[in-house]
């Protein structure tokens, strides 16, 4: 089992930048396939971005793509989801969670993932 502990959130304008970091303790991270989610006020928790066990594969939503970027530091135990132009609907509690699966396999639901953060909060304002 994984502990997730999520950082970096905050509130920016539009077009800013951020960067969320996932501190992962327990098992070594490279155990896990690894991703981020976000949840809006009234609205479903949804996918934001996924990477494979060691970084070699990674999966983004459309929403997101071109200016999120997900990594990993497997010798520092952590995620990380470098935000770029971004826009008010970004706003969201952003989650991250770890899931055991083969190497390569990268997870883009919330099933497979067992491990999860307790979110950090992203505010963009207009």
């Known amino acids: 089992q994984a502990q997730l502990v999520e950082s970096g959130g905050g509130l920016v304008q539009a077009g800013g930048s951020l960067r969320l970091s996932c501190a992962a303790s327990g098992r070594a991270v490279s155990s896990y396939a690894m991703g981020w989610f976000r949840q809006a006020p009234g609205k479903e928790r949804e996918f934001v971005a996924a990477?494979?066990?060691?970084?070699?594969?990674?999966y983004y939503a459309d929403s997101v793509k071109g200016r999120f970027t997900i990594s990993r530091d497997n010798a520092k135990n952590t995620l990380y989801l470098q935000m770029n132009s971004l826009k008010p609907e970004d706003t969201a509690v952003y989650y991250c969670?770890?899931?055991?699966?083969?190497?390569?396999?990268?997870?883009?639901?919330?099933?497979?993932?067992?491990?999860w953060g307790q979110g950090t909060q992203v505010t963009v304002s207009s």
């Open positions: 969670a770890a899931g055991q699966v083969p190497v390569g396999q990268v997870l883009t639901t919330t099933i497979g993932y067992d491990d």
């Open positions: 990477i494979s066990r060691y970084g070699t594969r990674t």
